[in-house]
């Protein structure tokens, strides 16, 4: 289905340099539930990445409440505001310095801006996005808008295509607006939901984070906490993907094991810094998307693939994700995790992608050796051995109904489509094992 929605404000940090790579994660969390699930996202700030993603189950949360009366006001009163901002541009086109700065100064008289209705309100928020130093929200410690006014001869404040299908959007019975803490939303999830999580980002222990996004602050402590509460919704089943600087203290926080048996899959790349007013000026920064995901089962048909990660010369191809395409013939980020899962689910790789003491140990085998040692060890992981068991000593093969039924008894949350499909794996599994075995 097209989609021809896109944000309505610019926002600081916002995902749409990356919200390709975003996606790509995503499909790939899909095959594994179904495409049936809830996309969370508890700090949607302009909501790039659910906007593209053009899902049927959305929850989206804010602590900012001038912003989630936006998302609000245009679901229930687009029309409304279209015209409030269409009065807006034509006094401010009129007197630009005068009618921005008295708009601006609206919230420095709580009792007078309280008084103000939700609609005042959206289209304020919406026109200083569009009209304020590079569309920078930023407010002072008392919660009041302090950006400057920006170099715009005739700013744009909308597009009415964009805002009657997002309105469209919004008020589907499926989709959730809220402005609470992000830890309400997060506990939300259910298993199989998906949590794109952008908190404001870490600029390291001199800074302690980008405090000015909020009048409540985000520092690094918080950090720690938002990853307590992720690691709970991984543990319940959920999907989760954190995109944020760099840095080092955010790097070590998600390669710690913690007392869950979580993958946590980071991958860093560039992009554009754009909050200045001067493009000679922007810089290229350092980011990561941090991928989290319970341990399910493994999609990875091909056995020798899965062997010739184990066997690889240079254990750090394992954190290449480029290398890993060429070494295994596959084209996507979704593939190789097919792989890397399988690696997982054996416990043969850290959630640091380095191997663990077993897969050391078949590293040191000769080939034939390891092939006959790996069939052995499969067997020992369920549904493997049941199904193993009851095809030799019984001399059937079963269906792909009776593989299902048994894999069904291990994963519960597994839809029965999902269960079909890992079928072909627990029989191309299964059938490496005899014939290792049989030898």
Same mark, same amino acid.
């Given at each position: ?259 869950? /048996?979580? #993958?946590?899959?980071? &991958?860093? =790349? !560039? @992009?554009?810094?754009? $909050?200045?007013?001067?493009? %000679?000026?922007?810089? *290229? ?90 069939? /052995?060890? #499969?067997?020992?992981? &369920?549904? =493997? !051995? @049941?199904?193993?068991? $009851?095809?030799?000593?019984? %001399?059937?093969?079963? *269906? ?40």
């Amino acid at each position: 289905m097209k989609n021809n929605m896109n944000p309505f404000v610019k926002w600081a940090g916002g995902k749409r340099q990356i919200v390709d790579k975003i996606l790509e994660i995503i499909h790939s969390f899909e095959d594994e539930i179904d495409n049936k699930y809830t996309f969370i996202e508890p700090f949607v700030g302009g909501g790039a990445v659910f906007i593209a993603l053009n899902h049927n189950d959305v929850i989206i949360n804010d602590i900012n409440t001038e912003l989630i009366n936006a998302y609000e006001v245009i679901r229930d009163e687009p029309d409304k505001l279209m015209k409030k901002l269409d009065i807006y541009k034509k006094e401010f086109l009129e007197d630009r310095h005068h009618f921005y700065y008295n708009l601006r100064g609206l919230d420095r008289d709580s009792k007078t801006y309280n008084e103000k209705t939700a609609l005042e309100k959206a289209a304020r928020t919406i026109f200083l996005n569009k009209t304020c130093f590079n569309g920078l929200y930023r407010v002072n410690l008392k919660g009041q808008f302090n950006t400057p006014m920006g170099r715009y001869k005739n700013p744009s404040m909308y597009k009415k295509e964009n805002i009657e299908a997002l309105s469209k959007y919004f008020n589907k019975d499926t989709f959730k607006i809220f402005n609470k803490d992000y830890s309400e939303i997060i506990k939300m999830a259910k298993s199989n939901d998906i949590i794109y999580v952008d908190p404001p980002y870490d600029y390291g222990p001199e800074n302690d984070g980008f405090t000015q996004y909020q009048k409540e602050g985000f520092v690094f402590d918080d950090f720690i906490l938002l990853k307590e509460t992720l690691d709970e919704a991984i543990h319940k089943g959920a999907f989760v993907i954190i995109s944020n600087n760099a840095t080092d203290r955010v790097i070590n926080l998600f390669r710690e094991d913690s007392k869950y /048996k979580i #993958i946590y899959n980071i &991958e860093k =790349f !560039k @992009t554009n810094r754009n $909050i200045n007013s001067k493009g %000679n000026e922007r810089k *290229t920064g350092l980011e990561v998307l941090i991928i989290g995901k319970p341990i399910t089962f493994p999609q990875a048909n091909d056995v020798d693939k899965v062997m010739s990660l184990i066997r690889l010369r240079n254990p750090k191809i394992l954190k290449d994700n480029s290398e890993l395409e060429r070494i295994l013939r596959v084209s996507t980020y979704r593939q190789i995790q097919y792989y890397t899962t399988a690696l997982r689910f054996l416990e043969l790789l850290s959630l640091d992608n380095e191997y663990t003491e077993k897969a050391i140990e078949f590293r040191k085998m000769k080939r034939i050796m390891f092939e006959y040692e790996f069939a /052995k060890y #499969i067997l020992t992981f &369920e549904p =493997f !051995k @049941t199904i193993y068991y $009851i095809e030799t000593n019984e %001399n059937k093969k079963m *269906t792909n109904i009776e593989l299902s039924y048994h894999l069904g008894k291990h994963y519960k949350s597994l839809s029965q489509t999902t269960l079909e499909r890992r079928s072909s794996t627990i029989r191309k599994w299964i059938e490496f094992c005899k014939s290792k075995l049989s030898n």
